[in-house]
Nanobody, 124 residues
């Protein structure tokens, strides 16, 4: 089992910044994928960004970003703490959503753990 604890959501004005963090604990593998998904009202959950992480990663892990956040959001990890961060800059109203942390346990098949979600509201 893996437990995820998220923090960092809130209300911010357009153009502002927020940083989300997600700490994983429990049965952590030496390599895994962690990331952030978001779900806006009436829309499907979508990938925001993810990163390959873990103590087996000795240099920066590979990352993926949704096209809508490229150049504005940055995902990075502290592998020693099994924690992933999402730095969100130049926020737009369309970034408003509940953001969910995801831990993907690699395997056949892979297995996903989810955080409880943190609300991000971008509004003036």
């Amino acid at each position: 089992q893996v437990q995820l604890v998220e923090s960092g959501g809130g209300l911010v004005q357009p153009g502002g910044s927020l940083r989300l963090s997600c700490a994983a604990s429990g049965s952590i593998f030496s390599i895994y994928v962690m990331g952030w998904y978001r779900q806006a009202p009436g829309k499907q959950r979508e990938l925001v960004a993810d990163i390959t992480s873990g103590v087996a990663i000795t240099s920066g892990g590979s990352t993926n970003y949704a096209d809508s956040v490229k150049g504005r959001f940055t995902i990075f990890s502290d592998n020693a703490k099994n924690t992933v961060y999402l730095q969100m800059n130049s926020l737009k109203p369309e970034d408003t959503a509940v953001y969910y942390c995801n831990y993907r346990q690699l395997g056949v098949p892979p297995y996903d753990y989810w955080g409880q979600g943190t609300q991000v509201i971008v509004s003036s």
